[in-house]
């Protein structure tokens, strides 16, 4: 339990560090991604004050939150990370603060649609497949102009940020800065980037928010 705290704090100090490297006034969110983790280390995660929680997939998202830690769910921030399939939206709708995998036009219509039933939309990222790999979802960053017109015009949905999962195999610096890039020039405000091996990089190149598992709550067991 204390083990939690501890790599909490670790994780918080070595975000405020990067922002003071990179000159940041500010630092990052912190999104601690609980997928697959037991409850008790949820239970800890919760009790050091973390409120933000990253999902990714909607089922375990609805178990966790929905259930198990339902009495919690008012207090904490809750980002679905993951794929989203469009048989899944009025779920999501229902259940998340933020959708950071927004990716194809299909699911603004879906979306859309669960929006109007629930009453109210999730804030939305958009899922960037930066590294052009064909088995990962996000819009390919030639194509992010054009999804961009079309959720904006369309359907009158304004993207709170972009979100990138770079290719395992390679250095994650040049995703980050490619990510930042399209924000910019896209009029996009807010990043998604960063993961246990490199969240301290995404701050320095910019990061708004770092999505952070094993390094807060320990490897995940997937056995
Ligand atoms: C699992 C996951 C993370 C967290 O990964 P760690 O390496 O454990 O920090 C971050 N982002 C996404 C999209 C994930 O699926």
């Known amino acids: 339990m204390s083990k939690i705290s501890d790599q909490h704090k670790d994780v918080l100090a070595n975000l405020a560090e990067a922002s003071k490297r990179a000159g940041r006034m500010d630092v990052p969110d912190l999104v601690a991604v609980s997928k697959v983790q037991p409850d008790e280390r949820i239970v800890a995660m919760i009790e050091t004050g973390q409120r933000i929680y990253g999902e ?23 980002r679905l990370i993951g794929p989203l399939q469009s048989n899944k939206s009025d779920d999501a709708v229902a259940l998340f603060d933020v959708i950071e995998t ?6 603004l219509k879906t979306l859309t649609k669960a929006a109007e039933a629930h009453g109210s939309m999730p804030r939305l990222y958009v899922q960037v497949n930066t590294g052009e790999e064909p088995q990962k979802s996000g819009v390919l960053p030639s194509e992010l102009p054009t999804f ?16 990138c999962i770079p290719p395992l195999k390679e250095a994650a610096s040049p995703h980050f800065w490619l990510l930042s890039k399209l924000a910019e020039q896209n009029g996009v405000e807010k990043l998604s980037m960063g993961m246990s091996g490199d969240y301290d990089m995404a701050t320095e190149m910019g990061a708004t928010s770092v999505r952070v598992g094993s390094a807060l709550f320990g490897e995940r067991d997937y056995g």
Do not use: C, S
Request: aromatic content about 6%.
């Open 56 to 78: 990714n997939r909607v089922q375990e998202a609805q178990q966790r939150w929905g259930e198990t830690f339902a009495a919690h769910r008012k207090d904490i921030e809750l």
């Open 102 to 107: 927004v990716d194809r036009v299909k699911l």
């Open 148 to 163: 961009l017109k079309a959720m904006r015009e369309d359907y009158a949905l304004q993207p709170e940020g972009l979100m």
